[in-house]
């Protein structure tokens, strides 16, 4: 049984007409960029994060980009971050010339662990004059960006209070996460000063190619991504600013649109899956050999990006799956920590064992909602029958 790890064609056939329609009308009114579409997203997924504004961006990339570069974050500067992340985390710190400074995970959720960046400002920091300072750098710790992996919250009032406590920035990197909640009824990008949204194809809730958002609860914040995604300028050809062309194509928008009342469905869908995945796995009677994710606390709401296991023996286990035709993937085989373009942060290996550890041990299941549960759990009897054999 063939069983892909992500397949979007189902998702376009049941929505082919909408979808055909809402780009021919954009291409009939020959506005491709900022027009109506823009705006009418950027009011319902601001609405649906709990946020008052949204501003389209070209990509999750650069919503993280253009939040940092509001925030006036650059040379001499420090972000506090996880190691464990899509690469663009901590690239866009570097891009914009600041230095990132990266804490362990938690190794329940993979989300960065708040008490491991207490450790590191009561172990490493000093306030100057109000300032956090970095002893060893001498850089100054200007904002936390925690990352909200595979779908599931980071501990926001943890880092909020943090944040709070040395007079931090918060940036939200929400790429995975459209949706979720933690057990408050909070949403994703709600708590932080920005949060910063992926529509990239294979997410939740994706374009026809790339796409992102930064939403936010600050109109001042809101007034200078809007401005500075037009390379700063306002009004136009004078610029106060230099941004950058981060704007969202409005052929993205109008996609994004029809797909959006959709979102709760899917998700939905994805969390119906999980809860299979979480049935046959306990049936299954695998041992410590593999670990589900844990379960969202209650009244949160996980909405499964990605499902991810520990397993013994991850990589031949892989091949096997493979062999089979069930997909699968590896998020991510190398903490940033060890990537050779940052190695002039100076990090070891055995500097954040958990993330360490999660990158040697995990994998990605196939959870996109159109899967059918005898699918889910040849998966999962897959999984027991290669553990079987190597009994």
């Keep these: 049984m063939k069983v892909p790890l992500l397949d979007l064609k189902p998702q376009y056939l049941a929505l082919k007409h909408e979808l055909d329609a809402a780009v021919?009308?954009?291409?009939?009114?020959?506005?491709?960029?900022?027009?109506?579409?823009?705006?009418?997203?950027?009011?319902?997924?601001?609405?649906?994060?709990?946020?008052?504004?949204?501003?389209?961006?070209?990509?999750?990339?650069?919503?993280?980009?253009i939040a940092l570069m509001?925030?006036?974050?650059?040379?001499?500067?420090?972000?506090?971050?996880?190691?464990?992340?899509?690469f663009a985390?901590?690239?866009?710190?570097?891009?914009?010339?600041?230095?990132?400074?990266?804490?362990?995970?938690?190794?329940?959720?993979?989300?960065?662990?708040?008490?491991?960046?207490?450790?590191?400002?009561?172990?490493?920091?000093?306030?100057?004059?109000?300032?956090?300072?970095?002893?060893?750098?001498?850089?100054?710790i200007k904002a936390l960006m925690p990352v909200h992996l595979y779908?599931?919250?980071?501990?926001?009032?943890?880092f909020m209070k943090i944040a709070q406590r040395y007079g931090l920035?918060?940036?939200?990197d929400a790429a995975q996460a459209i949706g979720a909640a933690d057990e408050h009824g909070r949403r994703a990008c709600s708590y932080g000063d920005i949060g910063c949204l992926s529509f990239f194809p294979t997410k939740n809730l994706g374009a026809f190619g790339d796409a992102g958002m930064c939403v936010t609860n600050d109109a001042a914040l809101a007034d200078r991504l809007d401005i500075f995604r037009v390379h700063g300028s306002r009004p136009k050809y004078y610029h106060a600013f230099i941004g950058g062309n981060f704007r969202i194509d409005e052929l993205q928008a109008a996609v994004l649109n029809v797909k959006l009342p959709h979102l709760d469905a899917w998700s939905a869908a994805r969390q119906r899956n999980a809860e299979?995945?979480?049935?046959?796995?306990?049936?299954?009677?695998?041992?410590?050999?593999?670990?589900?994710?844990p379960r969202a606390p209650r009244g949160a709401r996980h909405i499964y990006n990605q499902f991810i296991i520990r397993a013994d023996d991850r990589d031949a286990l892989r091949q096997f799956l493979t062999e089979r035709q069930i997909g699968t993937e590896i998020y991510?085989?190398?903490?940033?920590?060890e990537q050779q373009c940052f190695a002039y942060l100076g990090h070891a290996v055995g500097d954040f064992p958990q993330a360490e550890l999660a990158a040697r041990?995990?994998?990605?299941?196939?959870?996109f909602p159109e899967l059918a549960e005898e699918q889910l759990r040849h998966v999962v009897d897959s999984i027991a029958q290669f553990y079987r054999s190597r009994a």
């Design 24 to 65: 021919l009308a954009v291409c009939e009114s020959q506005q491709f960029i900022l027009g109506p579409g823009v705006k009418a997203l950027e009011a319902a997924v601001a609405r649906d994060s709990g946020c008052t504004h949204g501003i389209g961006v070209s990509s999750g990339t650069d919503a993280l980009l």
């Design 70 to 86: 509001v925030l006036d974050i650059g040379a001499g500067d420090e972000v506090i971050t996880t190691p464990y992340t899509f």
């Design 89 to 140: 985390t901590a690239g866009t710190i570097a891009r914009v010339g600041a230095r990132p400074v990266f804490c362990d995970i938690d190794p329940a959720t993979f989300n960065l662990c708040p008490q491991a960046v207490q450790r590191f400002i009561d172990r490493d920091c000093e306030l100057r004059d109000g300032v956090l300072v970095n002893r060893r750098t001498g850089g100054r």
């Design 151 to 158: 779908g599931q919250l980071a501990d926001m009032p943890a």
């Design 169 to 172: 920035r918060v940036i939200e």
């Design 276 to 293: 299979i995945y979480f049935d046959a796995f306990d049936k299954a009677g695998l041992g410590s050999r593999v670990t589900p994710p």
């Design 332 to 337: 991510y085989p190398l903490p940033l920590h």
């Design 361 to 367: 041990s995990t994998v990605a299941l196939p959870i």
